[in-house]
Structure formats: structure tokens, C-alpha cells
């Protein structure tokens, strides 16, 4: 072993009214690897995740977490109360009270500083995943767990969104767990596929698990022309996805 | 008519009215942006059967109430997490049940307990001229500590009023600060019952907090707002209730319901 584990989960079951929704998973989450985890609907995604926080309770099975983790998530949905008024300095400061790093630093690494004073509300769909990551990033995290941060986004603004998540690997050496839908975007950005479908099908790397029988009898053959796509970035994208030029 | 003078009765009405207003702002900003309006319910109904209570055990009234709703606010807390693993009827169904049930209850135990001392339609409807300085004492150390516990647990309150999961993953404590802000709640209806009544102590967290929201840009002014524009009403309402000799809980919270109409107007 040359690095130490993040978090090592083994043999993870959990039932849902007699249902069996996670069979004997087994994960490892190691430094300055991004993990993607894909599946169908209802294989079982998000109550992973949830087990791997400690935010519900696994049936049986073990969970060891290097003692002091930092970790920080960003869920699925954030159900913002429209009756709160609140700013996305506010939002963050919340967070920061824990932590010494100013909130205009995480506004600035997210690409959101314009941001700043906006009502929490008053922000699109991508925007508000920024200023959830801008908050992940208070935290200093030394693992990111991402519930699919692509959602509601068009390709270009996905492009940008993982650029951003790659580029928070390089700085903080954090491990990254994210839940994706989007395989051609997990193919570009990824160190390692796990596939899940109740129990892990398959895992590896995005260039070798799209061999794997399972991986095919999941996703069916179309997926191969997308294994070889390899994203080069020779240039910006803003928010909207738009190429910015200097 | 009443001739305004310094009859203590009016500023004992008053001073009770306007400190259970000052704690019903901000704690019913967290009714409304945790949508828990039916919580209030709950709690305020079930006042009726602590009011029985203290009828049978012969001890201040107020105190059966506290106790009762306490009681009550630590049922919900567990009912709620259950709830969450069984989906088969939804937390506004259950908190209806019992809220009425509640209710329900308590008017039956209180034929049974019969007690000549006792009004019911005062704890119905609220009777704010009768507080006593005993009531006003209870209002007055209830209200430090509602306020002191409220500064010191207002950021994390916060924190999982906005995603009570993030919160949890961040380390903290989220069932105690439920636990704690359940606590509160229930202190202040047990204080505020004998003033709006039961059937109207939910609107008095609901409608000057939805009256707030309209001018409020951050949850601080929201929950300040809310104080303020409770008092408003207290001050109306009595001032309407003596003067049209009205009962004064419906005067209260129709004065509210003006104040909530009249912002509506203000563009966003």
C-alpha cells in the first residue's frame, strides 16, 4: 500500500422494506483520485454516498475513515426555501465560521467572485452548484463527495464545471467522489469508473472498464466511440459556457 | 368605551402582549422557512390538555402547559424521524391528526376535570386584560432564556434550516439543535397561550413572519422584522379591542392580517 486510505468501505448492505438496494459494496477512496460512480436509475447512487457520510445507516458492513477527514458534500438538490432571504456571502459565511479562510478566497477559486452580494435565490441552476463547491472548498477538503454536480447543465457548462473539479484536485490533493450520469464527461475527468448496480459491477479505468462484459451489457455498445474521447482544454469557458477569450 | 388610563390591567395586557410577540418573530421565521406551520398547530392545541392538567394536579397553569407542550415537542422530534423511514402517509396528514386529536382531548378532559375557576373560552381565544403579574414573571424569565438559548444556537439553526444534511456532514450537532429549537417552541406557546388563545397561537409565529419576509434581505432583519411587526399588531389589536371592546387574541391577529395585506403591495 503506498498511500493511505481516505475512507475504505467493505461490505456495505442495505435493505429498504425487504428490497435489497446495496449488495456487498466494497470502495476505496485514496488521495488525489477523482472516482466517478455511475449506474442506472435506482442502483443504488445516492444511498451509497449517503452511508459513505455516515448521514444513514448501512444494514452491515464496515466503514473506516482516516481519523480528522475533512469532508465536505454537495447534494443532489439543495432545497432552497424560497421565504429565506439570504446572499451568497452570508450562504458561505455560515460555513466559514468553522474555518479560516475567507469567504471572497473560495468565491475567487470557484469562478463566482461577481457573485458575491447576489440573493441566494436570484442565481441559475449552475451558479448555485459553483457557490455550493465555493463552500465545499472552504472547508480545505481532503475528500469532496460531488451528488451528480452536472445536473440541469448544458454540455459546455459541464466541460467547465469539471475542468473546475479537476483543477480543485490539483490544488487541495483531495480525493473526489462523484456521482455522474453524463459517461462522456466521466471518460475525460476521470481516474477510476465504478460501476454500481446494486452490488459494483465492474470497476477500473475509464479506458479499460468500457472493455468489461458487464460495463457493455450496462451501457450497450454506443458507449465505446465515447471511451475515446479525450477532452484537450486550449481554451476558457465562462459560466454559460461561452469561450472566453483574454 | 374604556377611558385610557393607567389602569394596570391595560399594561399588564400590554407588557405580556407585546414580550410574547418580541419571541414569536424570529422563532416563527423558522416555522415558516422550515414550512413546520402545522408543528405550531401541534403544539398550541395540545396547551388544552396542559391546561387539564394543571387543573388536575392543582398547579399553575401555565406550568401544566409548559410541561404538556414540552412533552409534546419531544414526541414530534421522534415521530419526525420515524416518519422519514415510513412514507406511507405524508408529515402534513400526522401533524393534522394530531393536532386535532390534541384538541379534541383537551376539551374532553376539561369537562371532565368541570372546574368552576376556570374559562375555557379565555384559553380558547385568549384573554390578554386578565394576565397577572405571576403570568407577566413567566413571560419576562421564559423570554431570557428563549432569547439567550436563540443567540447562542442561531448560526447552526441556520446551517440546517438550509440543508440540515450538509450541516450533519460538517459536524453539527443537528438532533440536539432540533431537539433545543422543539424546547423553544414549546416555551414560548405555553407562555403565549393564555394570550392569543390556542386556536390563534399559530397565526401569531405565521403572519408577522410572513409579513417580514416581504422587507427582510437577510435572516437577521427577517427575524426583527417579524418582532416588530408582532408588536405592531399587539399595540393595534388592544388598542382596537378596548376600544371596540373586541376580544383581544382575534383583534391581535386580525391587526396582523392587515400589516400582511398591506405589504403585499410593496414591490419586490
Redesign the interface.
Known amino acids: 500500500m503506498a498511500t493511505p486510505c481516505l475512507l475504505e468501505a467493505s461490505n456495505i448492505n442495505v435493505t429498504f422494506n425487504g428490497r435489497p438496494v446495496l449488495q456487498d459494496v466494497n470502495l476505496q477512496i485514496e488521495p488525489g483520485q477523482i472516482i466517478s460512480l455511475i449506474g442506472p436509475n435506482g442502483a443504488g447512487k445516492t444511498t451509497l454516498v ?1 452511508v459513505l ?3 444513514q445507516r448501512a444494514d452491515s458492513g464496515r466503514i473506516e475513515r482516516q481519523p480528522g477527514l475533512r ?3 454537495l ?1 443532489q438538490r ?4 424560497a ?5 451568497v456571502e ?2 458561505l459565511a ?2 466559514a ?2 474555518h479560516d479562510k475567507p469567504v471572497a478566497l473560495a468565491l475567487e477559486e470557484a469562478g463566482i467572485a461577481a457573485l458575491r452580494r447576489a ?1 441566494m435565490q436570484s442565481i441559475s441552476g449552475g451558479e448555485l452548484q459553483r457557490v455550493m463547491l465555493a ?1 465545499c472548498l472552504l ?1 480545505n477538503p481532503q475528500l469532496l ?1 460531488l451528488d451528480e454536480p452536472d445536473q440541469g447543465m448544458d454540455a459546455a457548462g459541464q466541460q467547465a464545471l469539471f475542468h473546475l473539479i479537476t483543477d480543485i484536485r490539483d490544488r487541495y490533493g483531495c480525493g473526489v467522489l462523484m456521482v455522474s450520469h453524463d459517461l462522456h464527461l466521466v471518460m475525460a475527468a476521470t481516474d477510476r469508473v465504478v460501476c454500481l448496480q446494486q452490488h459494483v459491477c465492474c470497476t477500473g479505468h475509464p479506458q479499460s472498464i468500457t472493455q468489461h462484459p458487464e460495463f457493455l451489457r450496462m451501457f450497450g455498445q454506443p458507449v465505446e466511440g465515447l471511451a475515446l474521447y479525450a477532452h484537450r482544454h486550449d481554451h476558457e469557458h465562462d459560466l454559460h459556457g461561452d469561450v472566453v477569450d483574454d | 368605551m374604556i377611558e385610557w388610563s393607567m389602569d394596570s390591567f391595560i399594561w399588564r395586557a400590554l407588557l405580556g402582549g407585546l414580550g410574547v410577540a418580541l419571541l414569536a418573530g424570529p422563532l416563527g421565521c423558522f416555522v ?4 413546520m406551520a402545522y408543528f405550531g398547530e401541534v403544539l398550541s392545541h395540545s396547551a388544552l390538555l396542559g391546561v387539564a392538567l394543571g387543573l388536575v394536579l392543582g398547579i399553575h397553569l401555565t406550568a401544566g402547559v409548559a410541561f404538556v407542550c414540552v412533552v409534546m415537542a419531544i414526541l414530534l422530534m421522534l415521530m419526525q424521524n420515524h416518519v422519514r423511514m415510513r412514507r406511507e402517509l405524508p408529515a402534513d396528514t400526522l401533524l393534522g391528526v394530531m393536532s386535532h386529536v390534541a384538541l379534541a382531548g383537551g376539551l374532553a378532559m376539561l369537562v371532565l376535570v368541570e372546574d368552576v375557576r376556570f374559562d375555557l373560552n379565555a384559553y380558547l381565544f385568549g384573554d390578554v386584560l386578565a394576565i397577572g403579574w405571576i403570568d407577566l414573571l413567566w413571560i419576562f424569565c421564559a423570554g431570557m432564556a428563549v432569547i439567550g438559548t436563540l443567540l447562542f444556537v442561531w ?1 447552526q439553526l ?2 440546517i ?3 440540515e ?2 450541516a ?4 453539527v450537532p443537528v438532533k440536539r439543535i432540533r431537539l433545543i429549537y422543539m424546547l423553544l417552541m414549546a416555551l414560548v406557546v405555553a407562555i403565549a397561550v393564555k394570550i392569543v388563545g390556542v386556536l390563534l397561537m399559530a397565526s401569531l409565529l405565521v403572519i408577522p ?1 410572513a409579513v417580514a ?1 416581504r422587507l ?4 437577521e ?2 427575524a426583527v422584522l417579524a418582532s416588530l411587526a408582532g408588536t405592531l399588531a399587539v399595540i393595534a389589536g388592544l388598542g382596537a379591542s378596548l376600544q371596540w371592546n373586541l376580544p383581544a387574541g382575534p383583534a391581535i391577529v386580525l391587526a396582523a392580517a392587515v400589516m400582511f395585506v398591506a405589504v403585499q403591495f410593496k414591490p419586490l
Open positions: 449517503r457520510l455516515g448521514l469532508v465536505a458534500y447534494p439543495l432545497a432552497l426555501d421565504t429565506l432571504p439570504i446572499t452570508r450562504f455560515l460555513s465560521a468553522r440573493p463552500r472547508r463527495v | 415558516v422557512w422550515q414550512r448560526r441556520l446551517e434550516t438550509l440543508s444534511e450538509i450533519q456532514v460538517e459536524g413572519a419576509r427582510a434581505r437577510t435572516p432583519q427577517m
